[in-house]
Structures are given as structure tokens and as C-alpha cells.
């Protein structure tokens, strides 16, 4: 079993799932600095307009350089009523949503302070979903041993994919109006393809190599 390192990231992407699927195991670093600029504090969702990029406001702002586990979340302006609604705006007719819009607005509905503690939350709400054998550790591993994907060094970790990017396609709510769009969070995929998102995953990305992010899957 091979292991992945990452930033903490909320509702992480398709290839970020991939990557952790054929993995097994997921080791956040609480430790690395913040950086702006990168998907730390924002996930990427379709709507009826296209890309949206939904942020978590954070009370030092973006340019703070505390370690990811010391960032705080400036709840001064709803931000979770506010991203919960887009969410249900953009996905309420997709197939699957009603299936997990109650557990993911407890989500929305719970207090967080800590950045570090909602993206870990997002990530484990979403490997709950998959059903898939991930592990996900909060700290780093003591040891080296075994292969290790690093997703620390890649300032764009989390960002979808170019256009044109090699995934497939499967159907977006508002495709037909925007043209697909690659490599959202997870949750895009989850709310088109359900209990199947994992199977989808392990499907369309064995023995698949490219680049991705500038890490080869």
C-alpha cells in the first residue's frame, strides 16, 4: 500500500480522489504553511453560469503564513449558509443529490474555527459516501517506508484540470448550457454517478498516466 501526503484541502477534486483511492492511505500535514492563491480554503462546483469558486473566508486573510492546523475561519459572514445554498442551487436536479443532502448540510450546519478541521470533516464525509477502504490520518506518518505521493509541493493542488484535460466526461446539470467541466470537487461527480462515484473512479483512471497538477497519476 502506497501512501499520499497532502495539504488539507475542503471537498478536494476528482484526480485528488483518484490519487487517494489508489493509494489506501491519506496523510494531512498540519504543519505546512498556508498559502494563498491555492484550493487550502476553496473547492470548484458547476453551476448555471459555469465554474464557481466557493471560498472560506479566514480571519487573518489569504496572505497569513501560519501552519494549515493554526488558520482560523471568520465566520462573520455566514459563509456555510452561503455555500450550502449554491450547492443546492447548482445541484438539486442532479440524480443523486437528494440521496446525500441531509448528511452534508449537517456539514454545513455544524460550527468549525479551525480550517484544518472543516477540510478534514469534507474529506471524510466524501470517503464516507464512496464507501472505499481510504484511511486518513491527521498527522504525518512516523516512518517513510513504502511509496509516497506528495501533494504538499504542487502550489495548484485541487485545482481542476485545463480543459481538454484526459477525463471522461460523465453528465453535468447544466452541461448542455456550459460545456462540461473538468475535474470539479468530488461533489460534482458524487451527485452524478452516487453510489457508483467510486467504481467510476477505479474505472475510467487504472492504468491511466498523465499529468496531472504536475503529478503523474
Known sequence: MSLVISPFLPFPSVSWWAQALAAGVVCFDRDEPF??????????IAGAQGLIRLSIPLTRGRSQRVPMGEVRICNRDRWQTQHWRTIT??????????????????LFRTPWEGLADFSFASCNWLREQLRAPVRLCRELPIDGSGPVTDLRRDANTGMPLPAGAPFPQYRQVFSERTDFIPDLSLLDLLFAEGPYTAAWITEHFKQKTFLCNGIVI
Open 89 to 106: 442551487a447548482a445541484y438539486r436536479r442532479s440524480p443523486f443529490f437528494e440521496i446525500y443532502e441531509h448528511s452534508l448540510e449537517e
Open 35 to 44: 498559502r494563498k492563491m491555492t484550493c487550502r480554503n476553496r473547492y470548484h
